[in-house]
């Protein structure tokens, strides 16, 4: 029998004259629902014709046509020229021998164009080109084409055509004459006998003109030193390759120190050859490259560095001299000095304090070494500047009299301390004039802007060493026809408004070239002569005495530096640099503070990872004297001397630039006198930073099948298999080389082509030219901070840097092999817990990785879709059209090198960088494919040079040259830490390689067999 | 992918509609030529007063002379780099001629006043000398130059075409009417006959009794449900094949030919007059790209020939002279040319040609590969395009079809030391002499998508 049992919900059910319960009965809710105050205005809502059904129909129809207009295919519009020049085919690259120099960066490049529109960067390697691109100079072919540059003229804030500009200059100087005042040119360092001509002339022309040359980051003690020494100014171009001795006392050498470009003389001697190799000490405060690849580091303060380097005096020079070197690094900075001295001409001492006085003692040091290096070496003419007379014109410009001030690709607003006060100086000007390529500071605070013309637009010649010659030369015709460049502009303030720069250049050619031909410098882009050495005469004076009179100034000592990707900050807006991961900490897209493990525990400083992933970081806030950079986010920086901070420049634009590139703290407002070595004083902030930082875990644990290194000691005296062990894996229960044992069938390899990328990672110094020109040649698209933060950077190539957690990676080894138990002291539960992190002054290596073309690779056997694939030579394909983006490839990829597209980069205005906008675009390579959202991506081994390479070949019937296969990393290496061939080419280097005894493979236990192989990193301890 | 079996049934079911086309296509044709004939006839008789008794000379042989030497800047009623000469003779004192054709440097530098203006009309170009030709030669040539315009000929010959065309035109539409009409009388008969038949029947008392009336077919078909079942599947599966035929052929354009900017009549160029493909797209030699050829490559040729003289062959007649004339004036537009005064102007208007062959951006094709390497003729992937009057995509240009093409086609090895060293081995590999492109690697995804 069923019941009549009453159920109710609740109490209130129970009451039967209840209105909620009557209520619930009829509707769901006792309370009608407020939809109107959700929808909006009701009265508006019901006012309109649309009805829901309407609503359906228009989304009904819509679908239908936008289905319907789908079927149509796109009409393509193809527009051959109307005379075509001769020497341009449609498809072709064309290469044109140039020479940057933008005041900081310099160097002797090929410029790739496609269809006349340059779109990479390459190393010229005729002889004479001495100077490889660096990172920036690979990037800077983006800077072309930068939608914020300037694009008309104006005065005032008003656009004018040139004309009515020159004509408004030219009354401004003809004030200034009448009126007495002085007319002020300021540019950065320029190196050209012709631009030099031609201010002088503008200076005839204008009696009251004077011409100042400003570096951003000065080089001004080592240029008064030098000068004092031997007259001109300039630097000593030191040829490394000559040194088998090297320390390096607070010089970045490897980095940006007087203009970097050592890699290439460094790294020929770091290649261990019958046995032998250079030996590196480097004394420092930041944790820079230079020490990254430095066989003894030790992290100092500026103040101990210079102790370190009167001791090094005294020692070379017998003078008795002695500094007052800390105890703890008096064995090490004894035994560099001695090596030094024992070296003799083979030894070099690189000093980077920035005092004239220690600039002077270094240059006593290599010509009482009689030091190959510094005697063979030529004279740089890249850095000019002077810091006492910049501080000449502040003063003449604050004083009133300055009648009209020209800066031209300077910007001092920006980059001197806000303390000068060079805006409010500014205004003190009548007429100041801003010649440059973007809207910046200095450009806001001018009355007279003009667009520059980039250096690919533009006419040039350089001499960077002294008595060498090079030219420069447009590759495109201007983008914004209403430009000049800088030189055009004074030829028409000189009255020659006809005259253009490239006839006054040519006609100046012979006059300053010494009797080149021009076709031939033209072509080659250099000519192959420069004068050689230094006198090894230098006085000293009382630099020793000055020097021992520094003191030590607390509460913490700054260093200032600039940074790999950004340098002084010219290339703020350039979103390759930007999303470039530092090579020391791994950061995009900022700047930090960089303090100890020891400095951070006492501050109170965390650097934390946080759940997704990112790196978080506290902020400080810095005060130099009267100066105060405030929430500066902070990097707990590995090998970094305690009691010392870095902080780098380039940082905190505000004016000329994008917004997501708006980005990081102006380090320049703590440069005060130009010193890069400041005291400083630190509080914490409050928040914590969010990093886009690409490498979180700093050091390998113990995995020695990753870097494998080894001393020069062992190197020399034992057997291969000792230090460069082959993996081991067990097969029926006896152990076998990983090697010889194979799941699959092997591909026969044996004819045509099979590519190997060889990478030592001896000579490789992480300085990342390889990922930016991967970055060029790959349309690579740049993803921003956020996603780099959440690790979806899409950088085809990436320099690994590893810490040791032990003093040495060997170390580190051992401590894991030692392991026992859970607990204890040898126990691996706190043991792996102190294996992860870096020691305080750990040994680095870095290690560029990319997709490793395994012959059995295990992306490919994952693919639902075949898009992966493997070719007969070597390399790995990816059928990005077939991919339909399971991301198992980059699931079972052991190397972690695949990278997906989350979202459409391209014509996307939430990633609004270069390939958002129609002049962006023009940087793409038209032989590579622009990936769309959902699908893989990764190295290809850069087959479209490849490929075009074997068809060069095939057109000309011949078979391919030994060397003749490149990659875009290969390419762009200039250390030769990157070797690309063809491996079935018995002739080949890479055919050497793959037999060298220091060569292994990434993770080789799991048994891909991949075709880039590493070599082991020897070290001379 | 062709669309499978639909042409078929669209020509069944419109068979008759196109039927009636026909008929009225001829009526019109008819009526066409008669219009034209008239307004080119007052043309004709104007150049006929010009005709003058030629000298002692063969304008046969001149001809012949007159287009070995001369044509290369002279026309006869057009100036070229050189004034027309039609008429010259009657024009100018022939001893003069004979100084001036042998040597023209020479009379402008004593000083003739006739001969400088001549000289500075014409840019200052220096007329080549001809001292090989004798003055019977040049009295040929003369009395080619004397010739009266041929012009009226040739278009009473155009008229005459027309006569015909209307006659034919006429004539079927007499035996379609026959043919319709006896067609009309067969069927009455039939109907008569079969009237006539059941009258007799009924007359007989043999006529059939009306069935008595069963279930309908379609009711009976609906009921059986294995009948439904087979055809819900049969409609289906077609249903499907369409469909998916439908589908496979999106994206692939073979057979596009889009209207140009300027109507370029491959026929003309490549066919009638036999210019080698790669004279003007001469990039795909070296480069990816086979490139359309730049305007001033048009000018190699086009800066002589203004007009359209192509011979009076049938097949041009869907388009007239005039027409492309016109479309050679285009040409200039374009380039700048002034053709009277045989001048650029400076003024450009840069071609916008529709592009017919579209590859996708992630296939990768380098002409210079297949045409310079592999030496295939541009017509095996482009089709008999000398015969073409307007360009159109004659491959499918689908991956399948490139595959196939690679699976077959031997690679091209004699004489390129880049192949020497693999052909030695891949031939001892696979155990033959030739090897395709496929064994050569060229299946691989890689080499076209990257």
Known sequence: MSSNKKYWKSVEELNENSSIVDALRSNEFVEEI?????????????????????????????????????????????????????????????????????????????????????????????????????????????????????????????????????????????????????????????????????????????????????????????????????????????????????????????????????????????????????????????????????????????????????????????????????????????????????????????????????????????????????????????????????????????????????????????????????????????????????????????????????????????????????????????????NKQFEDVLLALTGRKNLSYYDYLKANFPVVSGGLSWGKVLHDGVSGTYAIGQSTGVAVGDAVTALSAAKSEGPYELNLYSKVGMGDGQHANNPWLQEFPDPITRVSWDNYVTVSKADADKLGLVNVNVANGGLNGSYVNLTVGSAKLEKVPVIIQPGQAPGTIGLSFGYGKKEGLKEEMQIGSNAFVLYQNFKSSLPVSISKADGEHEFACVQLHKTLMGRGDIVKETTLEIFRTEDASKWNVAPMVSLDHSPVKAVEVDLWDSFDRSTGHHFNLSIDLNACTGCGACVIACHAENNVPVVGKSEVRRSRDMHWLRIDRYYSSETTFEGDNEKKENFDGLTGDKGSLGGFLELESASENPQVAFQPVMCQHCNHAPCETVCPVAATSHSRQGQNHMAYNRCVGTRYCANNCPYKVRRFNWFLYNNNDEFDFHMNDDLGKMVLNPDVNVRSRGVMEKCSMCIQMTQATILEAKRSGREVRADEFETACSAACSSGAMKFGDVNNKDSEVASFLKDERMYHLLEHVGTKPNVMYHVKVRNV | MKLPGISPLISKTSLFTLLLLVVAQFATQAQAPAAAAPAAAPAAAAPAAAAAPAGAGDPVAGKALFNANCAACHKLDAKMTGPALRGVAERLDKEFLYKWIKNSSEVIKSGDAYALKIFNEYNKSVMTAFPQLTNADIDNILAYTSQPIEAPAATVAGAVPGGPVAEDGSTNAIILGALILVLAILIFMLVKVNSVLTQIAKNNGTLPEPKAAGTPIWKAYAKNQFLVLVTAIFLLLSSAYFVYGYLMQIGVDQDYAPIQPIHYSHKIHAGDNGIDCKYCHSSARVSKHAGIPSLNVCMNCHKNIAEFVGDKDSTYTEYSKEFYTAEIQKLYDAVGWDKTNQKYTGKTKPVKWVRIHNLPDFAYFNHSQHVTVAGIECQKCHGPVETYEIQKQFAPLTMGWCINCHRETEVKMEGNAYYDKVHKELSKKYGVTKLTAAQMGGLECGKCHY
């Open chain 1, 34 to 482: 407020p939809t109107d105050s959700f929808l909006g205005n009701a009265d508006k809502l019901n006012a309109t014709g649309t009805s829901r059904r309407d609503f359906l129909k228009f989304v009904g129809f819509s679908t239908a046509a936008a289905t319907l207009a789908a079927c149509e295919g796109p009409v393509h519009k193809s527009i051959p020229y109307v005379v075509q020049p001769e020497s341009v085919i449609p498809g072709v690259a064309d290469y044109y021998a140039t020479t940057v120099f933008d005041g900081y960066d310099f160097a002797n490049v090929l410029v790739k164009t496609r269809d006349g529109r340059p779109i990479k960067i390459e190393n010229n390697k005729t002889a004479g080109a001495t100077f490889s691109a660096n990172a920036r100079v690979h990037a800077s072919i983006l800077g072309l084409y930068d939608n914020y540059r300037i694009k008309q003229p104006t005065i005032k804030g008003k656009t004018a055509d040139f004309d009515k500009v020159s004509n408004a200059i030219s009354k401004a100087l003809a004030d200034a004459k009448s009126a007495g005042k002085q007319v002020v040119l300021l540019t950065p360092t320029i190196a050209s006998p012709t631009t030099f001509k031609l201010i002088a002339e503008f200076i005839a022309a204008n009696p009251t003109a004077k011409h100042v040359m400003y570096d951003a980051v000065s080089s001004s003690a080592a240029l008064d030193a030098y000068q004092q020494a031997f007259g001109t100014r300039g630097l000593v171009d030191y040829d490394l390759s000559k040194a088998d001795v090297v320390v390096g006392i607070g010089a970045d050498f490897l980095g940006d120190w007087q203009g970097g470009g050592y890699d290439k003389g460094y790294a020929s001697k770091r290649v261990p050859k019958n046995g032998k190799m250079s030996k590196h000490f480097q004394f420092e405060a930041n944790m820079t490259l230079s020490g990254a690849s430095a066989d003894k580091r030790v992290p100092m303060s500026n103040y101990q560095q210079i102790q370190a380097l009167l001791t090094v005096y005294g020692v070379v020079t017998g003078t008795g001299v002695s500094g007052n070197v800390d105890a703890k690094y008096k064995d090490a900075v004894s035994k560099a000095a001695q090596q030094l001295k024992a070296a003799g001409s083979k030894g070099v001492l690189l000093c980077g304090i920035d005092d004239k006085n220690a600039q002077l003692l270094a240059l006593a040091i290599n010509a009482a070494l009689t030091s190959e290096a510094y005697t063979t070496a030529g004279t740089r003419l890249v850095r000019q500047g002077s810091n006492a007379a910049i501080a000449q014109v502040l003063q003449e410009m604050n004083a009133g009299n300055v009648g009209v001030l020209i800066t031209s690709h300077v910007n001092p607003v920006y980059s001197l301390p806000k303390s000068y006060g060079f805006e409010a100086a500014m205004k003190k000007v009548p007429t100041s004039v801003f010649i440059g390529l973007r809207s910046d500071e200095t450009a806001v605070a001018s009355s007279i802007v003009i667009g520059s013309n980039h250096y690919l637009e533009s006419w040039g010649d350089y001499s960077l060493l002294k008595g060498s010659y090079a030219l420069a030369q447009p590759t495109i015709r201007p983008l914004f026809s209403a």
